[in-house]
């Protein structure tokens, strides 16, 4: 079914490593966001972007980045400089504007260090 | 600081019994409030939110300002509630962000 798309399921990275999340929407979703989830942590926000060229860090931004080139995509690099990058990461979209909008979620990726 | 209180990570109630998974939340104003579910193997999704009033499989959610609460309720629990249940306000102003607890283990056992 249609939605939101995240590739790869797994990934590993070795150490130095930059690697690539990505997420695709074909919902036609103006915001889209990434979330850290680890074990008992719930889920923490460490980007989002709201309209395509624009994104702003979340609560937990260090040692990653973003782009936002087209509307359907929001890819997700994890640095180098991120120390623990282990975790479940998923992709959120929502139409934008208003409270009360819900988002809509990815199946994750899983992310392992090498 | 906007925080989210969700106080048990798991709970585990008898078939037909009720359930209530606890939220409290801090924050300034007035959030819009969502709980969302993730059964077995399925990708996290929207259960319910506060602004449609709606009860959804049997499930209600009541927005208390004066306890900054929203708990989740159900009278007669059903073994395909078995779930993790997260609650989450999203901030105003703009930037419709979603700040989530840490998650609720609902076990349903027949």
């Known amino acids: 079914d249609g939605g939101i798309t995240q590739s790869p399921k797994y990934l590993f990275r070795k150490e130095g490593q930059n690697v690539t999340l990505s997420c695709e929407q074909n919902l036609n979703h103006d915001a889209m966001y990434w979330y850290r989830q680890d074990p008992g942590q719930g889920l923490r926000l460490i980007y989002y972007s709201q309209i395509v060229n624009d994104f702003q860090k979340g609560d937990i931004a260090e040692g990653y980045s973003v782009s936002r080139e087209k509307k359907e995509s929001f890819p997700l690099t994890v640095t180098s400089a991120q120390k623990n990058p282990t975790a479940f990461y998923l992709c959120?979209?929502?139409?934008?504007?208003?409270?009360?909008?819900?988002?809509?979620f990815g199946d994750g990726t899983r992310l392992s260090i090498l | 600081a906007q925080r989210v209180t969700q106080p048990e990570k798991l709970l585990s109630v008898f078939k037909g019994a009720p359930v209530e998974l606890k939220c409290n939340y801090s924050?300034?104003?007035?959030?819009?409030l969502f709980w969302y579910v993730q059964y077995s193997r399925q990708r996290l999704q929207l259960l319910l939110r506060?602004?449609s009033r709606e009860s959804i499989k049997g499930f209600t959610a009541d927005l208390n300002k004066g306890e900054t609460s929203f708990h989740l309720k159900k009278p007669f629990a059903q073994e395909e509630d078995s779930a993790m249940y997260y609650c989450a306000p999203q901030t105003q102003g703009g930037s419709e962000k979603l700040v989530f607890g840490k998650g609720t283990k609902l076990t349903v056992n027949p």
């Open positions: 959120a979209s929502s139409i934008q504007g208003g409270i009360g909008q819900p988002q809509h």
């Open positions: 506060h602004i």
């Open positions: 924050y300034s104003g007035s959030p819009e």
